[in-house]
């Protein structure tokens, strides 16, 4: 079952408490050798165009001949890609 709103408000006020107000979820990327490593960090309020920016940033500040691939490393999350509901 999907949870109700009532448990994304507790869930939510538990973040907080325990993250602090001041958190704020990060995607980064760096170089690993030739490749790109996209790091996603759990925002849930990314949008397609803040991949776009960031994407745009990054080209701006790398050498695009010398990258010949890109990594997304999902290791903060679980193997699951879907709940049970």
Same mark, same amino acid.
């Not at 991949?51 to 990054?58: G, I, Q």
């Given at each position: 079952l999907n949870p109700?709103?009532?448990?994304?408000?507790?869930?939510?006020?538990?973040a907080v408490e325990l993250l602090?107000?001041?958190y704020r979820?990060? &995607?980064k990327v760096y170089r690993d050798g030739r490749a790109l490593v996209l790091v996603g960090g759990g %925002?849930? #309020?990314l949008q397609p165009r803040d991949?776009?920016?960031?994407?745009? &940033?990054?080209a701006a500040s790398v050498d695009l001949d010398d990258i010949d691939s890109?990594?997304? %490393?999902? #290791?903060?999350?679980?193997?699951?890609?879907?709940?049970?509901?």
């Open positions: 109700a709103s009532n448990t994304k408000v507790v869930t939510a006020m538990a602090g107000p001041e979820f990060s &995607t %925002d849930p #309020s991949l776009w920016n960031l994407a745009a &940033t990054t890109l990594v997304i %490393d999902d #290791s903060m999350f679980s193997a699951a890609s879907f709940g049970p509901g």
